[in-house]
């Protein structure tokens, strides 16, 4: 139910923004988060935006390069993703929450009931 997209491959210091869509039905009820895989790694919360939109939470290591946002008409949340470095190289999912509370932020994986498909994000220095 969930698409995202958006990764490649980019330089460091550059940008990408990830897309996350999906029905109208779902996104209306939903808290979203964006999660990212590393090879070898566990997967890891990146960027979590509350069901109104006036609430987000970031992980530490990309506070102040990385910004989500939603986008009610289109249905879409997007991660911004600035002063790229080579340990955001990951696959990127985005997951969504449903029937969530307005202004609550989700922060375990457990929580999300629909995940999108993944898409990589490479980082070259």
């Known amino acids: 139910q969930l698409q995202a997209s958006g990764g490649g491959l980019v330089q460091v210091g550059g940008s990408l923004r990830l897309s996350c869509s999906a029905s109208e039905r779902t996104f209306s009820r939903c808290a979203v988060g964006w999660f990212r895989q590393a090879p070898g790694k566990e997967r890891e919360s990146v960027a979590l935006i509350s069901r109104s939109g006036g609430v987000m939470h970031y992980e530490d290591s990309v506070n102040g390069r990385f910004n989500i946002s939603r986008d009610g008409a289109k249905n879409t949340v997007y991660l911004q993703m600035n002063s790229l470095k080579p340990e955001d190289t990951a696959v990127y999912y985005c997951?969504?929450?449903?029937?969530?509370?307005?202004?609550?932020?989700?922060?375990?994986?457990?929580?999300?009931?629909?995940w999108g498909q993944g898409t990589q994000v490479t980082v070259s220095s």
């Open positions: 997951a969504a929450k449903d029937r969530a509370i307005s202004s609550f932020i989700y922060h375990g994986e457990i929580q999300y009931n629909y």
